[in-house]
């Protein structure tokens, strides 16, 4: 049988536009379909805008910091409006840079939804239908929004970038990244910033010490961190949002965001009428190869909730590419990925926590804590941490933690020698290099705790 193309792409993200991309490179005829904008969440309203407000926010204190060190400059106020005019004009770019990607590849584009009609049929959202021999989802995700009474009046992660103009004080309500890295986000840029998490403490999943430490530094910078609390119920007051909470707090805010976790997007494409198998959140179900119950169609991204991150998507995309067009069976790789979270202190990891360790086999922990020279010089408290994991059988690092300044540039170098199986005794046998604050990483001598 003739199909209209070899692969059919439904999702213009980092993931599908890489799989496109390479496959049709392979000598693929490739189509792709996306509804909104090209670059999807990373690079519209995830990863890319979030990092340039991490930016933007970051500079209120380098201002106190440069006095400090003998610089008479003053602290001006923020624009918003130059900054956010900036911002889009950036992702309008990198939006074009994801078009043209496919344009100079050869892959057709659609921009309009699509759906599957039959396992080797899409269907647009003007009717047209096309065929191929592969299909690939590569929807992503999306907020979720909570079921309270007012919960229409907040907004997302998806809106905050569209803000007409900065809030005097905001409410966030997650525990999440993405709700601890907009919050100090916001404080950064001199907004009155509250957190609401129901958990006993924010970032649940993270190395508890690594997580008390950002949950203690956010409050020292002025975020008020509130645990075992959550909304009850909000209503408009004025222009304002009157907000009750479970522990009986009744505030106003001018704007509330729900960071409160992320869904795939698989409604209404026709996946369960083909036998597709979704999970519990909705995410599709595939086998180590992206592969889902029908053998021509595959999913790959946040759409899988298998581990939701940019690069994640690309590997599968890549996987994908490999195994399909390529004839060389290749399963994404998800053990060990580093990561970072672009709170305020940064912090990067990989591999386990101090408590999974030690539920795994006997560990033994190095850590250090300590104020790193240039904000100790500026007559800041803040501290970072550097810690270890180590199994005690084979010696290998199980885990590295970095709570600290470019916490997540250190974890990217500190994530290749963790990949590899590097020991204790490697990292040890590396010479430190002075000053720097990840130096602390191969000169910790004595373990702190084992068990």
């Known amino acids: 049988m003739s199909f209209d193309y070899d692969l059919f792409v439904i999702g213009g993200g980092s993931g599908g536009v890489r799989a496109a991309r390479v496959a049709a490179a392979e000598g693929a005829k490739v189509a792709l379909a996306e509804e909104d904008r090209y670059g999807g969440t990373c690079v519209i309203r995830g990863c890319v805008p979030k990092k340039l407000m991490v930016f933007a926010s970051e500079y209120s204190g380098m201002v106190e910091d440069a006095q400090s060190y003998g610089w008479d400059i003053q602290p001006g106020a923020f624009n918003w409006d130059a900054f956010k005019g900036k911002l889009h004009a950036e992702l309008d770019r990198l939006e074009g840079i994801y078009r043209n990607i496919l344009k100079n590849n050869g892959v057709e584009s659609f921009d309009q939804r699509a759906k599957l009609a039959d396992a080797h049929t899409v269907e647009l959202a003007d009717g047209t239908k096309k065929t191929a021999k592969h299909i690939l989802i590569a929807t992503g995700g999306r907020p979720v929004w909570p079921d309270l009474p007012g919960a229409e009046l907040g907004i997302s992660s998806n809106e905050i970038f569209h803000l007409e103009k900065l809030p005097e004080s905001i409410l966030i309500v997650g525990g999440g990244y993405i709700a601890s890295e907009f919050a100090g986000i916001m404080n950064g840029l001199g907004v009155k910033t509250t957190q609401y998490y129901r958990g006993a403490q924010i970032l649940r999943g993270f190395d508890d010490e690594a997580r008390g430490l950002v949950s203690e530094e956010m409050c020292q910078r002025g975020v008020d961190v509130k645990l075992g609390t959550n ?72 759409v899988t909730d298998r581990v939701n991150l940019t690069p994640v998507a690309i590997r599968e995309g890549m996987a994908f590419v490999e195994t399909v067009f390529k004839g060389n069976p290749t399963k994404p790789d998800h053990e060990l990925i580093p990561t970072a979270i672009f709170t305020q202190p940064e912090m990067g990891t990989i591999g386990l926590s101090e408590e999974d360790a030690r539920e795994q086999e006997p560990i033994e922990v190095y850590a250090t804590s300590f104020k790193p020279m240039q904000q100790a010089f500026a007559g800041r408290s803040e501290r970072v941490l550097m810690k270890l994991i180590v199994s005690q059988a084979t010696r290998k690092v199980l885990g590295c933690h970095i709570v600290a300044p470019g916490a997540g540039e250190m974890i990217q170098l500190a994530g290749i020698a963790v990949k590899m199986g590097a020991t204790k005794e490697d990292f040890d046998r590396t010479v430190a290099v002075h000053p720097t604050m990840s130096e602390e990483l191969v000169t910790m001598k004595a373990p702190v705790r084992t068990g």
Request: no cysteine; proline share 3%; net charge negative.
């Open 231 to 302: 909304v009850l119920e909000m209503r408009k007051e004025g222009d304002k949002i009157w907000v009750k909470a479970t522990n009986g707090d009744e505030q106003l805010f001018d704007k509330v965001m729900f960071a409160t976790g992320r869904s795939p997007n698989s409604d209404n494409l026709g996946l369960e009428a083909l036998g597709i198998e979704l999970g519990r959140k909705g995410e599709i179900l595939v086998d180590d190869y992206s592969q889902t119950k029908v053998p021509s169609v595959y999913a790959i991204g946040d």
